[in-house]
């Protein structure tokens, strides 16, 4: 794992006031984002104040809580877009407060701001698709569960997929279903579903692992354990556990904790003068696997990924992960 501060990356000299302003924190993943933001501002020194809107779908409070960071006044925002456009009012007006703005992993196309550390989430459907192609030797008919449906994240995923599926016409989806949120319940339904209509299945694509438990659970009271699942991921103590057994094979994830510690660097970089050469550089997507999990663990990349206190394993908590 390469660190993702800025090149020659110096302590600041000053105090920063920032602000985090983020879409969800429902899932371990994005309350690792947060941890990562609030580990690295205690490291040097700021003053973080923190607006939670609760989730993808909730953009309008999003934009609301924008707006009241705007009013206190920081120096810089650090943000978790719940929509790639919705917020590009507020970042022009941020910037002509002389406010520096650094969107998280979803920067925004079409808004002018400081600097994002990007994840390619087309890249990762890619990488999960690609690795059930590699599984299934080309061919194979394939359940699709996806949550969040309608956000953001859910459809970078699906352009992706799509894509992706393109390169191999072996695989036929034959069941796709668009869950609000993330339920392991929720998926196993949908799983259950897919068997009664199309009992033949070779494989599972999601967009977090979290979802291949629950399809998962479906197939192992059918009788079918051997079925690869792959997805963004792993998303908590669970997800890795399926992970080390191959009940999971693949999983394809930006290093969120990493991401938002680093961010906080170049923000404060940025604050001391620093001119990055580019305003956004993508992360190469983490592929955790049961081959590697373990190397992972002891090596500590997952916690790039899944921070100890968001994940309630590993350093600091109750046990290794």
């Avoid at 969800?24 to 490291?43: D, F, I, N, R, Y």
């Avoid at 206190?72 to 970042?91: R, Y």
Wanted: aromatic share 4%; proline share 7%; net charge neutral.
């Amino acid at each position: 794992m390469k660190t993702l501060a800025p090149p020659g990356y110096k302590p600041p000299t000053k105090k920063y006031n920032l602000a985090l302003v983020t879409a969800s924190t429902v899932l371990p993943q994005q309350k690792s984002l947060e941890v990562g933001v609030e580990a690295a501002a205690q490291k040097v020194g700021a003053h973080l104040t923190v607006f939670d809107a609760g989730g993808f779908e909730n953009i309008s409070k999003q934009v609301s809580q924008f707006e009241t960071a705007i009013g206190e006044k920081p120096n810089a925002i650090l943000v978790l877009p719940a929509s790639p456009v919705a917020l590009n009012a507020q970042i022009k007006e941020a910037e002509a407060a002389g406010i520096k703005v650094l969107p998280m992993l979803i920067p925004p196309p079409t808004a002018k701001f400081d600097f994002a550390l990007a994840d390619n989430l087309p890249l990762d459907a890619t990488t999960a698709i690609d690795s059930l192609a590699r599984r299934l030797n080309g061919k194979g008919k394939l359940y699709v569960i996806l949550g969040g449906a309608g956000s953001t994240v859910a459809e970078l995923f699906k352009q992706g997929m799509t894509e992706t599926l393109k390169k191999h016409p072996g695989l036929d989806v034959v069941f796709t279903k668009d869950l609000p949120g993330y339920s392991i319940s929720e998926a196993q339904k949908a799983a259950e579903s897919a068997l009664v209509s199309q009992p033949e299945v070779d494989g599972i694509v999601t967009n977090d692992t979290i979802l291949g438990i629950g399809a998962a659970n479906a197939l192992s009271l059918a009788g079918k354990t051997k079925v690869p699942i792959a997805g963004i991921g792993p998303g908590d103590k669970q997800t890795v556990e399926a992970l080390k057994s191959g009940q999971i094979t693949v999983g394809a994830t930006p290093p969120f904790y990493a991401a938002g510690y680093g961010t906080v660097e170049w923000a404060t970089a940025i604050l001391e003068g620093m001119k990055p050469k580019h305003n956004v550089v993508t992360i190469e997507p983490m592929v955790l696997t049961q081959e590697n999990i373990k190397e992972a663990i002891s090596g500590g990349a997952l916690y790039q990924v899944l921070a100890p206190a968001a994940v309630g394993c590993g350093p600091g908590q109750s046990s290794e992960c």
